[in-house]
């Protein structure tokens, strides 16, 4: 799964859960952000959302539940080692 499909993901989930629109679910969620597996061996995704106090609540338990069924997603792109 893309950075770009989870935040979709998230967008669905909160949507069918919630309510509201989609593109102010697209905008509180925020990029998910893809890190270097090899320092985040848990999990390689994060997110930085904004909004409200419900939406930070409902962000956050989407949050839970989709980190454990999609853990990592593929990771940034490194330099190559020198040659």
């Known amino acids: 799964m893309t950075t770009d499909e989870l935040q979709e993901l998230f967008v669905t989930l909160l949507t069918g859960a919630v309510g509201g629109s989609a ?3 697209r905008k509180a969620v925020g990029p998910v952000t893809a890190l270097p597996i090899v320092f985040h061996p848990r999990s390689n995704w994060t997110i930085a959302p904004k909004g409200s106090k ?6 956050g338990k989407a949050e839970a539940i989709i980190r454990l069924e999609h853990p990592y997603v593929p990771s940034p792109k490194t330099l190559d080692p020198p040659r």
């Open 23 to 25: 593109d102010s679910w």
């Open 54 to 59: 419900k939406q930070l609540e409902a962000i």
